[in-house]
């Protein structure tokens, strides 16, 4: 079992940066794959960006490619949501989850585990 925490959410202009981190619990994290979803108001919880076990292989929505960067480190348990130009419509609740899977799955469903969120919002 693992516990996950999110940090790093915040205000911020459009066109700036912020980096979210996933800080999670047990000595199991090197075992699992890592996302990180969103939640707009009034949408449904979407996939943003995914990273396989050993950190070899990453995966993004389209909407984010080019901005947003996924990494992890395993020693410290901690993964990692690196936002550059943000944009309004990125504005949502940010959630990391954790998956005993062997590849990075795009599907809430898929997940075990979930942290309680962080709210990032970008103003125009």
């Known amino acids: 079992q693992v516990q996950l925490v999110e940090s790093g959410g915040g205000l911020v202009q459009a066109g700036g940066s912020l980096r979210l981190s996933c800080a999670a619990s047990?000595?199991?994290?090197?075992?699992?794959?890592m996302a990180w979803f969103r939640q707009a108001p009034g949408k449904e919880r979407e996939f943003v960006a995914g990273?396989?076990?050993?950190?070899?292989?990453?995966y993004y929505a389209d909407s984010v490619k080019g901005r947003f960067t996924i990494s992890r480190d395993n020693a410290k348990n901690i993964a990692y949501l690196q936002m550059n130009s943000l944009k309004p419509e990125d504005t949502a609740v940010y959630y990391c989850?954790?998956?005993?899977?062997?590849?990075?799955?795009?599907?809430?469903?898929?997940?075990?585990?979930w942290g309680q969120g962080t709210q990032v919002t970008v103003s125009s």
């Open positions: 990273i396989n076990r050993s950190a070899g292989s990453t």
């Open positions: 989850a954790a998956d005993r899977s062997d590849y990075v799955r795009g599907r809430t469903g898929e997940y075990d585990y």
């Open positions: 047990g000595r199991t994290f090197r075992l699992y794959v």
